[in-house]
């Protein structure tokens, strides 16, 4: 049987093809590539920009101080002779004390001429150097520090705000105004076309020392310091050595720098190398914040009484060139501590047993006072103004089995009774960095993470204004603007808070034009005690 052939197979390049169904991508992929490319280009026009004009590329540049002055700046470290042990506790492992007492380290903010403050220097960075070392005081307090986390800190620091000064000149003369009788601007708003003005009878420029928080350092609060100093005050903001801040160089002459890292109380044992409690941590640490307090107090007396040239030449800095003319034009004799969070703890430590020749603080501005860092000090003889930011004042915290809130609210009422004026007041719309440099720096991160809710220059704003009344206070002993005010919310109330109350509203428009803009206070503020009565 004959078998057939197979059918043969045609060529499949022969086979008909089927038509080409050419799909349309989805616009945004056809286009993906051309956003990457504007993208790319815009990023880098930015760049470009910021490089050329001066601009900083992921921060905003910290604003020029207002008021009626220019603002200088100058380091001052001294060293402390001789060097004294303020705590026996000790590292663990080295046994190295850790409360010694090296030197005192602080920024002099103060008022310079106008037609003087010619920069002699360098600005100041925001950050000093080494930057690295904050970067890893930074890592440690996030407990991730190690060689990497360290590395990558210090990128991220010197990306963020390496590049930033400060808008203060260095090292230019004080300024020259006359010292007995200077003038205070009571607003610091350039856009405001008439400027109120106050006269104080004053022997000299008067003198704040400040003392900052934890986790941060006293350059955190130049902006604050600033405007101060452009309204005539001379601010001390002193740079703690306890631990509490991410990192510091001590400089000695004739000897080595030396580090100090932030450290807590799991790295320090007793001298006789038992346990250190949080408590007797917490004492050891504001024990020393009092001494720097006290020594920068020490110094201060030094410049007036005609010894700022031995300051210059003991200072590492190298700044202070012109202290020698300082002489006679400072009000050392009536000072006022201030201070923030952990630095507000310890403003108030300050005057205990005060005023005296080593603490002469005739009042205090105390800026949302602790609430773990140890006790609040309630001997207290002279007038003190307690500011919660509106974070502050909302979060209930139990403080030694009370309140926080009533504990301080005690605290300045107690104060009042005894004769001391005082007010302990809410800033509404504020949070807890709303004082320092780091809104001005990271408005929208800022207010993102802290939950602010008040424009950050207006926040800046109402800080200082409501600090010039209680200064102003201090000198003539009237009360005005804010403080002029009765306290009309014994507890904080979060009903009536930022936005709330309108300019005006329920009240006389032509009396609230009379008495001015602190007659709208209750859209920024809440007054809990006030020493104006009925």
Not at 58 to 67: A, C, I, N, R, Y
Request: with cysteine; net charge neutral; proline share 7%.
């Amino acid at each position: 049987m004959t078998r057939k052939p197979p059918p043969e197979i045609p060529d499949a390049r022969n086979w008909p093809q089927p038509p080409v169904v050419r799909r349309k991508l989805p616009l945004l992929r056809r286009l993906r590539w051309k956003w990457r490319h504007v993208a790319f280009l815009a990023a880098t026009a930015y760049a470009l920009y910021c490089l050329l004009f001066s601009r900083h590329l992921l921060v905003h540049p910290l604003p020029q101080h207002t008021g009626p002055y220019a603002v200088g700046a100058i380091n001052i470290e001294v060293p402390v002779s001789p060097a004294r042990i303020i705590d026996s506790a000790r590292f663990k492992g080295t046994g190295e004390v850790a409360f010694k007492f090296r030197t005192v380290l602080f920024t002099l903010y103060y008022p310079a001429n106008n037609d003087t403050a010619r920069e002699r220097a360098a600005r100041h960075p925001w950050i000093s150097p080494p930057l690295s070392l904050r970067a890893a005081g930074y890592a440690k307090a996030a407990h991730i520090s190690n060689r990497f986390t360290d590395a990558l800190f210090t990128g991220a620091l010197r990306a963020l705000a390496g590049s930033v000064t400060i808008p203060a000149a260095v090292d230019v003369p004080l300024s020259d105004h006359a010292s007995r009788e200077s003038k205070f601007a009571t607003s610091w708003d350039k856009e405001e076309t008439e400027q109120q003005v106050l006269t104080q009878s004053l022997s000299g420029h008067p003198v704040i020392i400040f003392s900052h928080g934890t986790v941060s350092t006293g350059g955190d609060y130049s902006h604050f310091a600033g405007e101060l100093a452009a309204r005539g005050y001379v601010v001390a903001l002193v740079e703690h050595r306890d631990g509490s801040g991410p990192g510091s160089v001590i400089k000695r002459q004739g000897e080595p720098d030396q580090t100090r890292l932030i450290f807590d109380v799991s790295e320090v044992e007793s001298a006789e190398g038992g346990e250190v409690s949080v408590e007797d941590f917490h004492k050891a640490q504001l024990n020393f914040r009092e001494a720097e307090i006290e020594e920068t107090v020490r110094v201060l007396k030094m410049i007036n009484d005609g010894r700022g040239a031995d300051v210059f030449e003991q200072n590492p800095h190298g700044e202070g060139s012109d202290l020698a003319n300082w002489a006679g034009r400072l009000n050392t004799d009536e000072m006022i501590v201030a201070g923030h969070s952990y630095g507000a703890t310890g403003a108030l430590q300050a005057l205990r047993g005060g005023p005296s020749e080593r603490r002469p603080f005739k009042g205090a501005i105390i800026l949302d006072p602790g609430k773990s860092s140890g006790p609040l000090n309630a001997d207290i003889n002279v007038p003190v103004l307690v500011v919660h930011s509106n974070s502050w004042s909302s979060r209930t915290s139990i403080f030694y089995g009370r309140a926080h809130f009533d504990t301080v609210k005690q605290l300045v009422e107690a104060n009042n009774q005894r004769g001391n004026p005082s007010w302990f007041m809410t800033s509404l719309g504020t949070s807890h960095p709303s004082v320092t440099d780091a809104p001005l720096l990271e408005p929208r991160l800022l207010r993102a993470t802290t939950g602010a809710k008040i424009d950050v220059y207006q926040g800046l704003r109402q800080y200082v204004h409501c600090a010039e009344d209680f200064l102003a206070f201090l000198g003539d002993g009237k009360m005005r603007g804010l403080l002029a005010e009765q306290a009309q919310f014994p507890q904080y109330d979060p009903g009536t808070g930022l936005g709330m109350w309108k300019p005006g509203q329920g009240d006389d428009q032509k009396a609230w034009e009379e008495r001015g803009e602190w007659w709208d206070w209750r859209s920024y503020w809440q007054i809990h005690v006030s020493p104006v009565v009925t």
